[in-house]
């Protein structure tokens, strides 16, 4: 299968939807992601905090694909932003995955308390000089987390991946990262699985199509210029997430879906603002 690719700003090309890892770990973890791979995906999301680095990479070698045509990401956990340390966790993220370099490699959390971001993420451009990765990026950035991190190393990043679905579809973080050319890419991108697949408005979207909730919530973030990074470890699963772009939801089924917006529509509470990740 053939995923259509969202281009970043400084020319990097983005699939417009990946593969969730979290919790894929060990040699079950690892056949998951090398199915997936062979299914079809080009993207490939990872973290060093999910302590699957490893699965992921076995996954990239184990697959038929060549390395060179799937984009792997991880990320950099909070208690280690300080500059060396940042370096010695990207230096071991390459080591775990037994691959010559990452692809993607994002600041996990702002950690604004702290407020050691902008180091962190300082350290993570000369991984990149270094070739360890090749693009770095950022996670659970707000707007003045962005403009932090560009104006201390003129590097805008490539991604933002931020908590976003039908009850929390975030507009002014999407134009905001789009204003600064930066790809936002959604985890949680079906709520974790809460009642949003319930959802009546899901439920006739989806069936208006002949698809499953999922799928419908899915291409709503397609058609939204998002990347979801939905989970499945079952082949079947798999596919069918894959399987969002032979149909297209109209105006009005899109703004449906974006209206189910709640106020409190993050599903732990995860405010970057406030919330802090070690």
């Known amino acids: ?6 281009a970043a700003q400084d020319g990097t090309t983005i699939p417009a939807i990946g593969l969730g890892t979290y919790r894929l770990q060990g040699e079950e973890g690892a056949d998951a992601v090398a199915r997936a791979i062979d299914a079809g995906y080009r993207l490939v999301d ?10 992921v990479g076995a996954a990239v070698r184990r697959s038929g694909v060549a390395r060179e045509d799937v984009l792997v990401t991880s990320k950099l956990p909070g208690r280690h932003h300080a500059h060396d340390d940042a370096v010695r966790t990207v230096e071991e993220s390459v080591l775990r995955t037994g691959l010559d370099y990452l692809d993607l490699y994002l600041v996990h959390w702002p950690n604004p308390r702290v407020g050691r971001y902008v180091e962190a993420y300082e350290a993570l451009v000369e991984c990149r000089d270094r070739g360890l990765v ?5 996670s659970n950035f707000l707007p003045e987390h962005l403009d932090a991190v560009i104006a201390a190393t003129g590097v805008t990043p490539v991604v933002n991946q931020v908590e976003l679905h039908p009850y929390f579809p975030q507009p002014l973080q999407r134009a905001a990262d789009a ?16 009642d949003l697949l319930r959802d009546p408005v899901v439920t006739q979207v989806a069936a208006a199509h002949g698809v499953s909730p999922v799928q419908a919530i899915l291409r709503w973030h397609v ?25 297209e939801l109209t105006t009005h089924e899109m703004n449906a879906l974006t209206g189910l917006a709640r106020a409190d529509g993050r599903t732990n509470g995860q405010d970057p603002a406030v919330y802090e990740e070690l």
């Open 179 to 194: 204003e600064r050319g930066v790809v936002t890419e959604a985890w949680s991108p079906i709520g974790r699985a809460n």
């Open 1 to 6: 299968m053939t995923i259509p690719t969202l």
């Open 134 to 138: 090749r693009h770095v990026g950022v």
């Open 46 to 55: 990872s973290a060093f905090s999910y302590e699957n680095e490893g699965a």
């Open 223 to 247: 058609q939204l210029g998002v990347v979801p990074l939905p989970k499945a470890s079952s082949p079947e699963r798999q596919r069918e997430n894959l399987d969002v772009f032979s149909f």
